[in-house]
């Protein structure tokens, strides 16, 4: 459909947009002119390259109708889209490369992540046939031909030089589909991403504002509310001179991490009086994340043709994000003075540790004999030094549990009605729900003060699977043993996010490697307590990176992406991938229609009785099988008659189980 643009150019998240005919008529130099206008730097390599760029698109397009975007924005990648071209139902994502001669593979990822960004996000894109295209100006050689379309109609990405560029739009468009694309409301069609954390953290640390870069559909909490409500509490407190603890809960992905984030980013001026620091007691994802920032300020301050130290970076980095343990010790050094902040947004509240744990560290590591506070009452204690006023964001999720010595949410609790009588508390109201093991200590609050019960401070839908909001709900049915549930739940999750189980590890590598397409990050995952993958090549005890397994490229065999490092719940806990391949040991195995816990000690496995290991171990498959964010293989190994410590039974009954459950096999889905 041929549009003019008469409605705002403000509401195109494009530097450039008009139709094709208008787009061809215009001198080049009056399209050059809109984007310096819209903010685009043209200095004289910049600008020649446009002008490259448009004059190919000129003579590409000049006998066509449709219309055309030049820089239209991706705020999850963070980045813009060289050209978008509409021509009835085809929608062709550009990419050039001026004076290229050869087509690399981070190019050809980046044209396909492009791609998939629209498909999976923008509106407006959901029904187009996708076309990506690598254009190196200089190249001599170009694609003949498309490869075959995806499920969801995109194409992998065509590389083409000047001269194939038009012969791959007539194939394009000579298999489109019927009838044509509205560009006018394809233009400012609602733009939902889901991004990584890592994504998100980038996004928000670069100024873009959370409704712009996360989804807020209607079947979506709309974490811009949430976010919005925090900041209330924080401007009311400051203005009242009180003290407030505020605790959001969600469903695992929901997006707690993000509103954390959200409310730190525009609160991280160190000399602001309502500064913001998140706290993390996750060590592996303050490190991703650091780096992550770091990597990222490095890259735009070298696009800007600034001089930087990736060091220099790093430091004004640290203050933004750190770890929890780092910060209660600056209160322990100096028992009287209180935090610079008076802000302090603590992810993953619940792993707080319990007055055992946090008195045996103090002795062992710190030297401080007789420390009778939890970590929960130590930094709320810390934070209540301030004179004036303060808040405390808790970030709770529900099973997070993983490890010996967490306190749960109960702990803050018990601290806030044991010596905080001033604090304001205000709760999601979900806090009561037995999954966030508030219990007594809750009913014993509120007999003691009044709870402020804030209804936006629950985020109910999970946006970590973009492809299905109801996986938590089938994770929760398949660890609490109800499989009835669980298959009626798959039956409907599993045609947008696969997941097949399979007795081959090496099958299920190579699913999750042909299913993985641009840029999408895979791995290998397993308990900490899967000590008999070993003979599976997946040797839990060999510790990973986080940083180099999260952030680096295909290239490097430290990276997930090599399937060749596994992490655990504890490298993984509070991240995410698109695409997991998860082994599933005989640590947590079905015996008799229910679950039975293992621990393996010397050269044999022991049953554990203790109810709190028994509960951190389902909690650990929980983040395990809630880090996809697009589908995931389950390889459960099919044991070994002639070694006792891989027997058949202990894994056969939980391959019958999870069938049952509803996951299809390898061979059922090919």
């Known amino acids: 459909m041929e549009a003019s643009m008469p409605y705002a150019a403000s509401r195109i998240p494009a530097y450039y947009g008009a139709s094709i005919r208008e787009f061809c008529s215009a001198p080049p130099n009056a399209v050059l002119g809109q984007l310096a206008s819209a903010g685009i730097d043209l200095e004289e390599t910049q600008k020649n390259a446009y002008l490259e760029e448009i004059g190919i698109l000129r003579t590409l397009l000049e006998a066509r109708e449709g219309a055309i975007y030049l820089e239209f924005a991706v705020p999850r990648l963070a980045s813009r889209i060289d050209a978008v071209v509409i021509i009835d139902t085809a929608l062709f994502v550009l990419e050039f490369k001026c004076g290229a001669d050869r087509f690399h593979r981070g190019d050809i990822n980046q044209t396909w992540d492009y791609g998939l960004d629209l498909k999976n996000f923008h509106a407006g894109s959901h029904t187009a046939d996708i076309f990506p295209v690598l254009v190196a100006t200089k190249a001599a050689h170009s694609d003949q031909t498309w490869q075959p379309t995806h499920a969801d109609g995109v194409r992998p990405p065509a590389c083409s030089g000047v001269n194939g560029l038009a012969d791959l739009i007539d194939e394009a468009l000579a298999s489109r589909g019927v009838g044509s694309i509205d560009t006018r409301r394809w233009a400012i069609s609602a733009y939902q991403p889901t991004p990584t954390i890592v994504e998100a953290a980038q996004a928000l640390y670069a100024q873009h504002s959370v409704d712009a870069i996360a989804r807020n559909d209607a079947g979506a909490k709309n974490l811009a509310a949430t976010s919005g409500r925090v900041d209330q509490i924080i401007l009311e407190s400051q203005a009242n ?151 405390i964001v808790c970030l709770v999720g529900g099973g997070q549990e993983i490890n010996t010595g967490e306190d749960g949410i109960a702990g803050w609790l018990e601290s806030l009605y044991n010596r905080f009588p001033h604090w304001q508390i205000y709760i999601s109201p979900e806090l009561t729900d037995r999954e966030y093991a508030a219990g007594g200590a809750l009913e014993n609050l509120a007999k003691q003060r009044e709870l402020l019960t804030v209804e936006s401070l629950h985020l109910a839908v999970s946006m970590r699977s973009f492809r299905a909001e109801n996986l938590s709900a089938f994770v929760k049915a398949l660890l609490d043993s109800e499989p009835g549930t669980a298959h009626e739940i798959a039956a409907t999750l599993i045609e947008r996010y696969p997941i097949v189980v399979t007795r081959d590890l090496d099958a299920a590598k190579r699913w999750v490697r042909e299913k993985a397409r641009g840029n999408e990050r895979f791995g290998l995952v397993a308990s900490s307590q899967a000590h008999r993958m070993k003979p599976h090549a997946v040797d839990i005890r060999v510790n990973i990176d986080p940083v180099h ?30 695409w997991v391949c998860m082994t599933w040991d005989a640590d947590l195995r079905r015996v008799n229609d229910d679950w039975s816990y293992h621990g393996f000690r010397g050269s044999r496995w022991t049953k554990t009785h203790k109810r709190e290991r028994q509960r951190y171990l389902l909690n650990a498959y929980r983040v395990l099988l809630t880090r996809a964010r697009q589908g995931m293989a389950i390889f459960v190994p099919p044991g070994d008659v002639d070694d006792p410590t891989r027997e058949p039974t202990y894994y056969d009954e939980t391959y019958r189980y999870l069938r049952a459950a509803g996951i299809p096999t390898l061979y059922e889905t090919g």
């Open 549 to 578: 397994w999260f952030l680096n490229d295909a290239r490097d065999t430290r990276s997930s992406y090599y399937l060749e490092d596994v992490a655990t719940e504890f490298h993984i806990q509070g991240l995410e991938l698109d």
């Open 241 to 391: 001179r009180t003290k407030s603890i505020v605790f959001v809960t969600g469903v695992p992905g929901a997006g707690k991490t993000l509103v954390g984030l959200d409310v730190a980013t525009r609160r991280r001026d160190i000399d602001a009086p309502t500064h913001a620091v998140f706290l993390s007691g996750n060590g592996p994802l303050v490190m991703v994340l650091q780096e992550a920032l770091t990597r990222d300020e490095v890259a735009r301050a070298k696009a800007r043709g600034e001089p930087v130290r990736k060091g220099a970076v790093k430091q004004k980095v640290k203050p933004f994000i750190q770890n929890v343990h780092h910060f209660r010790d600056e209160g322990v050094r100096d028992r009287e003075t209180p935090p610079h902040d008076h802000v302090v947004i603590f992810d993953e509240a619940q792993r707080a540790w319990n007055q055992d744990r946090t008195s045996s560290f103090m002795a062992r590591r710190k030297g401080i004999a007789n420390f009778d506070q939890s970590e929960p009452e130590f930094l709320i204690d810390y934070m209540d030094r301030h004179s004036d006023w303060a808040v």
